[in-house]
Structure formats: C-alpha cells, structure tokens
C-alpha cells in the first residue's frame, strides 16, 4: 500500500492557507472607535476593544469527526468537540470564554440525534464555565448530506492580559500539554487510513479496552487551566494545537521553535501511522500527536507552568532563532 498523506486523503493544508490568505487580502473593513479591532486576521481568536478589557470572538466546527460519530451512531461527546474547538483557541489569546452560539445544519431533523449533541454541548459549557446563549438548527436537504456541527465564541480578557506571542523571546521554554487523542483534526486522514485497512470502527482497539470508533471518539480536551495559568504565571505565548499539527507554531512568533523532548502520542497515532505507512513529518503536520497545546514561558515559570496545567506536562524544547524542528525533523 502506498503511503497516505493529508493531501491524497482530499485536504491540502497549503492550498487552505493560500484560500485563508486570498480572503484575508480582501477583508479589510475595520470599525473605528468603541470597539475597534485590536488583532489581525489571523491570530487564534480575534479581539475587540471595550474599554477596559477586550472581548475576543472565535468561530469552529466538529470536522469529518462526525462521519464517525454517524457511523456507530453515538452523538453524545461531539457536542464537547464543538466547544472545546472554541474556546481552546480563546485561551490561546489569554481570554476566559464566556458565551457560545451553536449552528447544527441537517439533512434532516432527528430529533434524538439533536439531544444527544446537545447533551455534549452542555458538558462541554459546563467544563469550560459559560453559557451556551442560543443557535440555530438549519434543514438543508440540497446542501447537507447528515448533519454538520459549528459554532462561535466569545470571552473577555483584561487587556495587560492578552498574549499575541509578541513577547516570545529566543531561550523561552516550551511546555507541552497532552492532548486527549486526536481532538478534532485530520479525521479526514484517519478515517481513510481505517478504510484501507483490515479494520472498522467496531474492532477493538489492540491492546485496548474500547473500540476504534470509540477511541476515534474521544472528546477533545478543553485546557480551563489556562484561565488560572495567565493570572498566575508570565505566559509569552500559547499554541493551540490542532489542523497542521505543529506548524500551529508559526501562527504565535516569527522566531523558530527546537523541539527535544515531545510528548509521548497514544496509541491511536501509532496505530494510524502503522497502518497508513505515514511517515513522521506528514504525522506530525497533520495530528496533535499527543500534545494539545504548547506554553512558550521563561525558565523560571517552568515548575508553576506545568503544576498548573497538570500531570503530564513538561519541557518540550526551546525557542529558538528560526526554523522549526522536531528531533531530526524540520518543517
């Protein structure tokens, strides 16, 4: 079997960023005064000036991850990936999430179905502490084949609070954070790599206590440490790790980043990798790999960083002057 890649599974993450820059080059309307945009496009959440604070705002979906929820027939935890996509990228810029609108767009209602993504949806308000304030259920039988999943954010950050990643500085230590699994990313990969393979989303994981389907399931994890990380700790930058892997950590800093020490990835990524034949780099560009967020704080906010954040997280590496590299690999 010849080696599968993101971009033959039908997602080309160049040619998404080259569409992302085309629309950014032609949205340039700003409001003036009250607030007024203090970001660019771009950035892990954008953010607006209030005052004396700043709301920031954020936008995501579940992904092809539903295709698998759809396939065994259990909804119940995608709910908490469409948070979780949410208000991960809102910790990303220092805010504390607030308030959540849902979009569920269906080829045709079901009502159960409907409760059991609500049922996630509330967990997933419930985990990261905010209201979920309304949505929209759209019937679109031309358009939709099943069901997609969205939804937008927003959260507040007193302004000497924001982190952008201007503050990064050559030295800074990187601190991992594992992840719960895959997330919400390069489903697309995974879901091909299984129907190549001789295994369904029935079969038990090897070695494991729960199916692949199951495994594949796993909620994304939402990091409201990081509420408490940016009151306590001098956090230069975050990284939320998730489409493109790490090159996530070119959004954060010109500088380069040497990673020496990664997190050990769960077993579902030695498994994809395995039976795709996927090489390192093309794993590593496309999954979280065990690692769901990246902390960039001095050396001496290193021990509170990682008891805050939680058992498992550690020293991954350092920022360097350019480039990003992984052990032998570069990207």
Known sequence: MRRLTYKESGVDIHLENRSIDAMKAVLTSKRKGF??????IGHYAGLLDMGSFALAMTTDGVGSKVLIANAIERWDT????????????LYAI???PIAFVDYLAVEKVDPERSEQIA???RRGAELSNMTIVGGET????????????????IGIVDK????????????DALVGVPSDGLHSNGYTLARRIIAQSKYTYFDQMPGGDKTIGEELLTPTRIYHEIVELVKECDVHGLAHITGSGLLKLRRITPLGFEITDPLEPQPIFHLLQELGDVDDAEMYRTFNMGMGFVIVVPEEEVEKTCRIMGPGSKVIGSVVKEGLRAGSMTF
């Open 78 to 89: 995608i709910g908490i990936d469409c948070i979780a996509m949410n208000v991960n990228d």
């Open 160 to 171: 000497d609070k924001v982190v952008t990643g201007e503050r990064i500085q050559v030295g």
């Open 35 to 40: 607030g007024a945009p203090m970001t660019e």
């Open 119 to 121: 049922i996630g949806l």
């Open 94 to 96: 220092g805010a504390e």
């Open 138 to 153: 759209a019937s679109l039988p031309e358009i939709i084949r099943g069901f997609d999943l969205a939804g937008t954010a």
